[in-house]
């Protein structure tokens, strides 16, 4: 079992960053694979960026794709997302999951989910 909890959001104006932060329980929390996962207003809830136990193994969304970066801190059972250079349509509800299977990109791979933490991009 592995419980998440984000923290880090907020309001901050296009162009600029924010980084998600994400703190998990259990003692397995290095065997997981961790993902970040976005739901829209208005929108279905869609993926944003995993990465694999080791944190040798990325994926990222083409929307997100070289402007966020995912990492994760296995002695601090952390993982965290750097957003830079937000835009207005990147404002959402963002969620932090844990998967004990191989990385993937749909919410159906992962069981445990945070709360998630809003992020509003003015324009």
């Known amino acids: 079992q592995v419980q998440l909890v984000e923290s880090g959001g907020g309001l901050v104006q296009a162009g600029g960053s924010l980084r998600l932060s994400c703190a998990a329980s259990g003692r397995t929390f290095r065997t997981y694979v961790m993902g970040w996962f976005r739901r829209a207003p208005g929108k279905d809830r869609e993926f944003v960026t995993a990465i694999n136990w080791s944190g040798g193994s990325t994926v990222y969304a083409d929307a997100v794709k070289g402007r966020f970066t995912i990492s994760r801190d296995n002695r601090k059972n952390t993982v965290s997302l750097q957003m830079n250079s937000l835009k207005p349509e990147d404002t959402a509800v963002y969620y932090c999951?844990?998967?004990?299977?191989?990385?993937?990109?749909?919410?159906?791979?992962?069981?445990?989910w945070g709360q998630g933490t809003q992020v509003f991009v003015s324009s």
């Open positions: 999951a844990a998967s004990p299977d191989q990385i993937a990109t749909t919410e159906d791979e992962y069981p445990y």
